[in-house]
């Protein structure tokens, strides 16, 4: 009985430390590429420039631009006045290989805003 007695308590402490774990792990917030990425051993973050993105990363394997017209207020001798403003916006995508997952970078007006990670590569 001491034996079994034993074996259940030493068991139940493993499903105990188990599930602590679990929880742990559980309220760790998953990996993100939003705000930034590595690109082999350099790390790419919102804020920086095409020309430094594509220096730490080299040419993007697509890209796709658009421009957008924004209205804008500005106050001019006392009056407000509203004109329109062009915003160019970037997508580049890298396709690092099979073993790796896609990024997709948003850029606006040349600076890195945003990164999306989608399925493994096609490389």
């Known amino acids: 009985m001491r034996d ?27 990996a993100r590429a939003e705000g930034g990425f590595r690109c082999g051993s350099r790390i790419v973050r919102n804020g920086e420039t095409e020309d430094d993105v594509a220096g730490k990363c080299g040419d993007p ?3 796709r631009t658009w421009t957008e017209t924004q209205t804008e207020a500005v106050w001019e001798n006392g009056r407000k006045i509203e004109r329109s403003v062009p915003i160019e916006y970037a997508e580049w995508k890298y396709d690092f290989g099979r073993d790796r997952l896609l990024r997709f970078l948003t850029f606006v007006q040349g600076r890195l805003t945003s990164v999306r990670t989608g399925e493994y590569g096609r490389k």
């Open 4 to 30: 079994l007695r034993r074996s259940f308590t030493s068991s139940s402490k493993r499903v105990v430390a188990s599930l602590a774990l679990l929880a742990v792990l559980g309220a760790v917030p998953a």
């Open 61 to 63: 394997d697509a890209v």
